[in-house]
């Protein structure tokens, strides 16, 4: 667990994860363009469903403003697959099963769920500027109004 929160000017830290085709996607390869880069607890749940959708149906807009969108979680590269077909996910879902990223970005930690407090993955998602430095950090965000929240941040709607 992590107590660090990244902040608005940080450098992003990089890394290098597997996608949903078992392809490595290194973060600094991809300076040059903003990212949206956000973590989610766990593929095919509902919430994570609800926002990975929501993205997906957005992605038009993300990407004719040069934007690329990058979600990350615990779930191995096979179920990352799995959630991608199922939901037609067209955009890079990244596997972080030691939790190495998650913890790096500050969002693996206590969490509220249900009542209880638990440690997991803290659904948070950042704005990386075009030299990899967080311009927005979103912690403990809400699936549902979250990829509109994103489009006015960026200017989109």
Same mark, same amino acid.
């Given at each position: 667990?992590?107590?660090? !929160?990244?902040? &608005?000017?940080?450098?992003?830290?990089? %890394? +290098? *994860?597997?996608?949903?085709?078992?392809?490595? @996607?290194?973060?600094?390869?991809?300076?040059?363009?903003?990212?949206?880069?956000?973590?989610?607890?766990?593929?095919?749940?509902?919430?994570?469903?609800?926002?990975?959708?929501?993205?997906?149906?957005?992605?038009?807009?993300?990407?004719?403003?040069?934007?690329?969108?990058?979600?990350?979680?615990?779930?191995?590269?096979?179920?990352? !697959?799995?959630? &991608?077909?199922?939901?037609?996910?067209? %955009? +890079? *879902?990244?596997?972080?099963?030691?939790?190495? @990223?998650?913890?790096?970005?500050?969002?693996?930690?206590?969490?509220?769920?249900?009542?209880?407090?638990?440690?997991?993955?803290?659904?948070?998602?950042?704005?990386?500027?075009?030299?990899?430095?967080?311009?927005?950090?979103?912690?403990?965000?809400?699936?549902?109004?979250?990829?509109?929240?994103?489009?006015?941040?960026?200017?989109?709607?």
């Amino acid at each position: 667990m992590t107590e660090a !929160r990244l902040a &608005a000017g940080d450098l992003a830290p990089d %890394f +290098t *994860l597997t996608d949903q085709q078992g392809s490595p @996607v290194t973060l600094s390869d991809l300076r040059g363009s903003k990212v949206v880069l956000y973590f989610y607890p766990e593929a095919m749940t509902p919430g994570c469903t609800t926002e990975a959708c929501d993205f997906r149906d957005n992605l038009n807009s993300f990407a004719a403003a040069g934007v690329t969108v990058l979600g990350v979680s615990k779930d191995d590269v096979d179920k990352l !697959r799995r959630f &991608a077909e199922r939901d037609r996910l067209t %955009f +890079t *879902l990244l596997s972080d099963p030691d939790l190495a @990223v998650q913890q790096a970005y500050g969002v693996w930690g206590e969490k509220s769920l249900y009542g209880k407090t638990v440690v997991g993955s803290i659904r948070s998602t950042f704005i990386l500027d075009e030299d990899g430095r967080v311009e927005k950090a979103m912690y403990n965000v809400k699936a549902t109004g979250h990829v509109a929240r994103l489009r006015r941040e960026l200017g989109l709607d």
